[in-house]
């Protein structure tokens, strides 16, 4: 969970597919370069034990839109937040040993912008 996280902060796309269950990874990933990650705060937790083979994490992740017009990405209309927090709780399933993220659903919190960025 965490090296994804890092992934997506670092805009590191090979490790998020690599770490992508293969039943629902995308062919391709295109890291937008309009956010910038600050922060991860794991919490919660269920299953993802040493003899279980699934295991949801629940997690919050601090963005904010990159205001550098270098980075290639325009900004967004004033009527969106220009930060926020992400809300998710992500499934993860043990393949070879290793645990691939499978899915996500959204966990709603109130006031702190969209709870989504992309998938």
Not at 33 to 40: D, I, K, T
């Amino acid at each position: 969970m965490r090296s994804r996280y890092t992934a997506y902060a670092l805009r590191r796309p090979e490790h998020l597919l690599r770490t992508w269950h293969p039943s629902t990874r995308p062919e391709d990933l295109v890291l937008d370069r309009g956010w910038v990650w600050e922060g991860l705060e794991v919490v919660g937790r269920e299953g993802g034990q040493v003899d279980d083979d699934e295991g949801v994490v629940e997690f919050r992740a601090r963005w904010r839109q990159d205001p550098n017009p270098a980075a290639g990405i325009p900004r967004l209309a004033t009527r969106y937040p220009t930060s926020g927090v992400m809300n998710e709780r992500s499934l993860f399933r043990r393949r070879g040993g290793r645990w691939m993220y499978l899915s996500a659903d959204d966990v709603p919190a109130p006031d702190s912008g969209p709870t989504r960025v992309h998938a």
